[in-house]
């Protein structure tokens, strides 16, 4: 609390497994709540979450919420969250108000907090927060592993023996600077434990082992339980963010689903994970914004809290302030998406490379390339050994000469259009293999006349990848048929993005995306214990005949002429 704390203050309160260290009665931590916080004079209390570094207990990743106690010695981190914040305003002396916030696993506390909240608990930010590691977030994307991510975050988060105030870790040793070599060289997952990790780390163990979204997954999904919410809440989450996008933009749903009397606002900007926190928001690899576009999130967040711990009065802001990527406009709206964004279109696919809002009479009936798991498409050109969080956003033209990539594209835009919510791709196949992975990206193509280096510069909007066998259920896989065509139908991450006017849109179709993704052996088995015999290539067909015409559903909110 401040030197000089005369009055009554509001609390604010962040839950983590990372530390809250240093420790000790002068010591404090190097940011106190996000910049601009510590001058408004806040109260600020810091948690190491039960089992890590200074706190008794056992800790449990991503530890399940209970609906149902067997005794009082029984908890989920809802319990624990009311215990705490019933400590403090029992202990502390302040006004008796309590704020949450916190960023990606931080967020997920965040989120816990509001599931039976206590009393004092009168609004909470998750930012980037997790909430369906199986759906999207940090673990699988339908059904596909997200391989470096993880295996890159697990060589630094241990099972501790706690308590233990040091956080001190040796740097994995990756013995080389190219990640698509590494992982390449790493072979099936289970051979990472075998290799690496030496069987030392449950955390990724039961990552990488729950391959279906079992009971171990369906348990950790903290969103049906965002029931009778009555903090006030501001979700913020970023439109590049390569970890917890999803969560972000679940957890809003389920919330304005399940509690529609709670007040839940929404701020999307063009952020990577966590961004709007440290940096300017100006800019992500190549791509320019315009303006310093975090400055916005920090000051709302900060009268967000004011407002409501504070008694400040309203600052006005909207139920939905959302950042439009392609036109660099902030836009205030009344929910996500917009109502406007009623207009439902499908990008078909075509033979020759074409991308049309009309199927049409084809002359032949599909795409076809070989996947070869030996020689994966990479996501980057150059990928840090730590996922890329540009890779987002990332020009894809480095994959032109690939033949184991398919594009698609329009003809140059005649307007401006304004695509608002989710995309979904419906895509006929077929495989020679008995599995095969379908990864979808969405991609705005640069006019020649573009400035400077953006000439024919294709950014990635949205992409992600689709495993096969989980076409009907990601419960209970399926083996493909060789040759037989089939359907698979998902829904990829909410954008709000403008094609301009002379820019063109693409959609490209693959079978690998590595190291962002393990590799899929191509043949049906249980993939982390896949042997090298099973990795064959496949050949693979995208079809666009009338009767199985594959293509991309989008939500358009406005067409616009210059």
Known sequence: ????????????????????????????????????????????????????????????????????FSGPAETDEASDTYDTIDWLV?????????????????????????????????????????????????????????????????TGFNKQKNPVASADIAPFDYGTNDSYKFYLAMGPLADSDRLYLLNKNPYWTDMYRHTTEDSFWQVRNVLPHLKAVIPAVLMVGGWYDAEDLSGTLTTYRAIRLQSPDTVCKLIM?????????????????????????????RDAELHFFKQYLKDAS??????????????????????????TAQQKLRLYLHGGGKLSLKPLVEQTAFDEYVSDPADPVPYMLKAPQNMAKEYMIADQRFLDDRKDVVSYVTDPLGADVTLAGPISPNLFVSTSGTDSDFDVKLIDVYPSDAAGNMVGYQQLVRGEPFRGKFRKSFAQPEPFTPGKVEEIRFTMPDVYHCFKRGHRIMVQVQSSWFPLTDRNPQTFTEIPDAKPSDFVPATERIYHAPRNASFIEVNVERVTSR
């Open 1 to 68: 609390m401040p030197r000089s704390y005369t009055g009554a203050l509001p609390i604010l309160l962040t839950r983590t497994p990372y530390s809250v260290g240093p420790y000790g009665p002068e010591r404090y931590p190097n940011d106190l709540g996000p910049l601009g916080f510590a001058e408004e004079k806040f109260i600020f209390a810091f948690q190491d979450v039960r089992g890590r570094f200074m706190s008794e207990g056992e800790f449990v990743d991503v530890r399940p919420v209970k609906d149902v």
């Open 90 to 154: 029992k202990n502390i002396p302040s006004n008796g108000k309590v704020g949450m916030i916190g960023t990606s696993y931080n967020g997920y506390y965040t989120t816990c907090g509001l599931i039976r909240s206590h009393p004092a608990l009168v609004a909470a930010s998750p930012q980037a927060p997790m909430a369906d590691l199986y759906h999207g977030d940090d673990g699988y994307h339908n059904g596909a592993f997200f391989l470096v991510a993880n295996f890159s975050f697990f």
């Open 269 to 297: 900007g063009p952020w990577a994970h966590g961004a709007w926190s440290f940096g300017k928001g100006d800019k992500l690899g190549d791509i320019n914004f315009g303006s310093e576009t975090a400055e916005v999130l």
């Open 314 to 339: 309203p600052a006005g802001q909207p139920p939905a302030l959302m950042f439009e990527t392609g036109d660099n406009q902030w836009k205030s709206l009344t929910r996500w998406p917009p109502p």
